[in-house]
């Protein structure tokens, strides 16, 4: 009985975790001015060890700055970020749905 409670209150940590998860990162990217990013050095392994731009290569400033509705800045930036972002936005969305129904199946 006790191991049961135990594996109930760590799904539902689990889940509630998801949605907060997801919540606080669109909130923090979407809170962050569209620029935040634009300066600083990259993290891009490809571009620091090889010295050679890679397909995802300027994805997080595209991003930013197409949430932030600056569609040609993000295409400048990454033009396949129109395609990674609702891509992103579906798997959040159905995370969180899919969290939501789990939490109402356990209650």
Known sequence: MENTAKRFNKRLLLEVGKIVA???ATLVFLLLPADFFD???TVCL???LLDIECYACGM???VQHLIHFDWELAYQYNPLSFIVT???AYIAVNDVVRAYRNIKKLQ
């Open 22 to 24: 997801w919540g606080s």
């Open 86 to 88: 609702p891509v992103i």
């Open 39 to 41: 300066s600083g050095e």
């Open 60 to 62: 997080t400033r595209a």
């Open 46 to 48: 490809s571009r620091l």
